[in-house]
């Protein structure tokens, strides 16, 4: 299992965490926000609440939020952020999160056909389960698992979207193993009710294969999963011990 690290640990802003396989990849934890920043602008895919869907992306923001934040118009609140904080509304994913982000977890690896760096901010208050009939929110609400994936390495259309269902079984698999039920039925729950994840992809052919498939039968998609695994798992803990402390 890849070393899972809490690099904002003890910090409180201004902390830069660089990436040890994608060369010029940086997370910054800001006031507010993490910042995860590309070298280059890379091939993007996403559930984001601001900038989602597929494009470009040179930044990632996960911002923080408190519990009680009136959440009518997210995309209006995030464009304004980005705006504050001097980031171009182009080529930005935006993310929310109410947990603390001293306790985003980062696992990497590089497989030697692809380096993969994986951030997670994740608590498991609204733990939910997929499958069955529970209650359903009118309005977003901070997610509450966030990954943030970024591959340096060739991926096509099908890796890409590949990765992400494999990064959401990850996600599901350390709840199951840590035990984390749907408060509403007592069912093992496979997230939270407004996880989101964003995947950056460079296109570099530093590797030379093209990945056509990310699967967990494949070494791109087995890397994946263990690091989306490990570090849901480490920062879902964090936050566990920073209650009990």
């Given at each position: ?10 910090q ?70 980005l705006q ?18 001293v ?60 990765a ?15 035990g ?66």
């Amino acid at each position: 299992m890849s070393e899972v690290r809490l690099p904002f640990m003890q910090q409180t802003g201004g902390a830069v965490y660089r990436s040890a396989v994608w060369e010029g990849l940086t997370l910054e934890l800001k006031e507010d926000h993490l910042l995860l920043e590309f070298p280059a602008e890379a091939d993007g895919l996403s559930s984001a609440v601001y900038g989602g869907g597929m494009g470009r992306l040179k930044w990632v923001v996960n911002q923080f939020v408190s519990r009680d934040y009136e959440c009518s118009n997210p995309v209006r609140d995030m464009e304004h952020k980005l705006q504050e904080w001097g980031y171009a509304a182009a080529g930005s994913a935006g993310l929310m999160t109410a947990v603390p982000l001293v306790h985003a977890a980062v696992a990497e690896e590089d497989t030697g056909s692809a380096g993969i760096f994986c951030c997670v901010t994740a608590a498991a208050g609204n733990a939910a389960r997929a499958g069955v009939l529970r209650s359903v929110l009118a309005a977003y609400r901070p997610g509450t698992i966030n990954i943030m994936l970024g591959i340096d390495g060739r991926l096509n259309p099908a890796a890409m979207v590949n990765a992400m269902l494999t990064a959401a079984e990850a996600k599901a698999a350390a709840l199951a193993d840590l035990g984390i039920t749907d408060p509403e039925n007592g069912l093992m729950a496979t997230g939270t009710t407004t996880d989101a994840m964003v995947l950056a992809v460079s296109q570099s052919g530093r590797y030379g294969a093209e990945h056509v498939y990310a699967g967990t039968a494949t070494d791109l998609g087995g890397a994946i999963g263990r690091l989306v695994y490990g570090a849901v798992t480490g920062s879902l803990k964090s936050v566990q011990a920073g209650k009990d402390s």
